[in-house]
């Protein structure tokens, strides 16, 4: 870490390499300096905690995949993972390097941010937590210092089995960016209505965001036709997606609609499994 | 840096610049041209190779990191005797048209079923959604892995 700070910006820490290696070939000037960062056992594993489920920023997808603790508490985190780029990208990329290159369409994101997932940061001058929206700044950017890496993430303990399902559109099953992903995660009371509904969604903002309206407009109401239908438009509302060579805005918004319907039916039906 | 480590069953070392590629090294310093170098940013596949026993992309992965480990290329999998079963269903049924991709789909379906000897149509794709041929349709490809599990399988149990 003092080695990353001292070199400030001509420094970088390396995790699975997946998208740093490939930046190093393409501006071969930029970095002077080479962290490796994937080995560090204060950074890896997977272990449930009294506080949850915790991840180490340098488990890689594969790892996510296999791991029969995450399979068990949070499934939906291990159809993210297998979402991501394909077989030989997922035993080298990391959820903390996909968190850190902070792309909107990061495939890891919704779904973690739909179980409230806090990022906890480690500096040179301690240890800090925030919920992992707000490690999210801009594309491209999150709130890490330049002495500090992303240690680890933590699903709090009472979401795990928290009903939740996520959704990836993209063009293709492999290798493909997501035109919008999508994770929704919701209670059902007692009496069969909504209880902390989350709707989180990615590739339609400069930022994974959460649909906070959408949200709210379900609150309290039963999982039926009428109210996920009007959450679903609610979230459209909340957007800001953009034109690109892979879909038009007005595609994405239609993509948000359907999928955050298809999402939030899901984790419904889930919770009324259970 | 002098990376040291194991290929095909051979301890090889190399002195290399700290931002060589696993690829690099292969290609460039120790001769072993048989993965290839394709899109170079980990999208194609090609460059497939086996590091203690999960597949990656070589062009990723800086051979610093492979340091002491284990490594299996293509050129690791058959002996001058034998082809590897893939080689030989591959061959048999025309799995290869330009053979770009062969090496990379060859390690991509070896890591696959040294975990899993008999794997589904539906395994198969997702264990070669990494890597690209554009001449084949992948349909022969995916028959003549199906048909090497079966004869790997087999020769398991006799064995």
Known sequence: MALLAENNSRARALAGGTDLVVDLKHAPGDVDLLVDISQLPEFSGIEETEEGLRIGSMVTFSELMASPIVNQMTPEIVAASHTVGAVQTRNLGTIGGNLVTCVPSADSAPSLLALDAIATIAGSDGKRSVPLEEFFVGPRKTILEPHELLAEILI??????????????????????????????????????????????????????FARKAEASLDGKR???????????????????????????????????????????????????? | MIVKLKVNGETRSADVPPETTLLKLLREHLNLTGAKLGCDVG??????????????????????????????????????????????????????QCGFCGP???ISAKALLDKNPEPTVFEVKDALSGNLCRCTGYTKIIEAILDAGRIMSTAEAKS
């Open chain 2, 104 to 106: 990379g789909m060859i």
């Open chain 1, 156 to 209: 709090p303990k009472k979401n795990l089995g928290k009903p939740s399902h996520f959704i990836k559109f993209g063009l293709r099953k492999g290798q493909a960016l997501a035109l919008v992903n999508v994770a929704a995660a919701l209670y059902l009371n007692d009496d069969g209505k909504v209880a902390e509904p989350r709707i989180a969604l990615g590739a339609v903002a400069p930022t994974p965001m």
């Open chain 2, 43 to 96: 999208d194609c596949g090609t460059c497939t190779v086996i590091v203690d026993g999960e597949s990656v992309n070589s062009c990723l992965m800086l051979a610093g990191r492979a340091s002491g480990r284990e490594v299996t290329t293509i050129e690791g999998l058959a002996s001058s005797e034998q082809l590897h079963p893939l080689q030989e269903k591959f061959e048999e049924l025309g799995a290869l």
């Open chain 1, 223 to 274: 999982p039926n036709e009428e109210s996920l239908l009007e959450a679903a438009r609610v979230a459209v509302s909340e957007i800001k997606p953009i034109d690109d060579f892979r879909a038009s805005a007005n595609y994405r918004r239609h993509l948000v609609q359907t999928l955050t319907y298809r999402t939030l039916k899901r984790s419904a039906e889930i919770a009324s499994e259970q």
